[in-house]
């Protein structure tokens, strides 16, 4: 396997996931954010995760594709034909919306693009395994009026790479 320029084929890939609203509620504005995230993150050698469907799922995919980089899809059917066209493997989880503790587990850090249910569900979780998460175009987790501590949020894709990669390499866990 070739590795792109500036990074150091000894050192091991870290697995960044990266997740968001699908198809039906990603807005254009996400999906180009998570396009670039995608791209940043193949170019810093890192493997991408997802939930392998359409929206920040597909525009993180193909922004990994576009760039020659791997992205793993785990849908939540039996069905890879529901799966983004950009993805490089998917993993048919058959249990629901419950594969996004598998997206979440899988990863060393989050970049979080935009949000929905789904979305404050894989950020809890992450918050709760200690999975470090770095937010764009995205609101702070707030419940019983509290706001918590589950996601940095960040102003441009290339920082919130950064964060998650340099994160990740660390080996770096909160407690939850």
Aim: glycine share 16%.
């Amino acid at each position: 396997m070739s590795w792109p320029a500036g990074v150091d084929a000894n050192f091991a890939r870290v697995q960044i996931g990266v997740v968001g609203p699908g198809a039906a509620e990603a807005t254009p504005a996400r999906y180009e954010l998570a396009r670039q995230v995608g791209n940043l993150l193949a170019r810093a050698g890192a493997l991408v995760i997802c939930g392998g469907l359409g929206g920040v799922m597909e525009g993180v995919a193909r922004g990994a594709h576009e760039a020659g980089g791997l992205c793993v899809g785990i849908v939540p059917g039996h069905d890879r034909g529901a799966a983004n066209r950009y993805l490089s493997a998917v993993v048919c989880s058959g249990i629901g919306e419950k594969r996004n503790e598998m997206v979440v587990d899988s990863s060393d850090a989050l970049v979080v693009i935009g949000g929905n249910e789904g979305t404050v569900n894989e950020v809890l979780l992450a918050k709760k395994h200690g999975v470090a998460a770095f937010g764009l175009d995205c609101a702070p987790v707030v419940t019983g009026g509290r706001r918590l501590d589950a996601v940095v949020i960040v102003d441009e894709p290339a920082q919130a790479v950064a964060r998650a990669v340099a994160t990740a390499h660390a080996g770096v866990r909160r407690k939850g």
